[in-house]
């Protein structure tokens, strides 16, 4: 059985900074495939950065040149470093892992950035 659990998440002020991280449990190839997600309030879910077999890394251009995507061994919590926080990038963010069959996701963190 996989698991993800993000923590990490927090109030903060517009500028500052909060890394969040996921936590997989369980049988999973590795590296596999894996994402940041978030959602707003009264918005759906988009992504935020995704991490290929390659450990290649993509943004989204609203997280392009302040948010990092990182993570070491399948043993080890991934990262996303959040830095210059907005008060739009308030919502709760998700991690995912891309298996075999299926895609896992966690229960979420809420980011609250204040202005």
């Known amino acids: 059985q996989v698991q993800l659990v993000e923590s990490g998440g927090g109030l903060v002020q517009a500028g500052g900074s909060l890394r969040l991280s996921c936590a997989v449990s369980?049988?999973?190839?590795?590296?596999?495939?894996m994402g940041w997600y978030r959602q707003a309030p009264g918005k759906g879910r988009g992504l935020v950065a995704v991490?290929?077999?390659?450990?290649?890394?993509n943004y989204a251009d609203s997280a392009k040149g302040r948010f990092t995507f990182s993570r070491n061994n399948a043993r080890n919590p991934v990262y996303l470093q959040m830095n210059s926080l907005k008060p739009e990038d308030t919502a709760v963010y998700y991690c995912n892992s891309q298996g075999t069959l299926r895609t896992y996701w966690g229960q979420g963190t809420q980011v609250t950035v204040s202005s």
């Open positions: 991490i290929t077999c390659g450990d290649v890394t």
């Open positions: 369980g049988t999973i190839f590795w590296p596999n495939p």
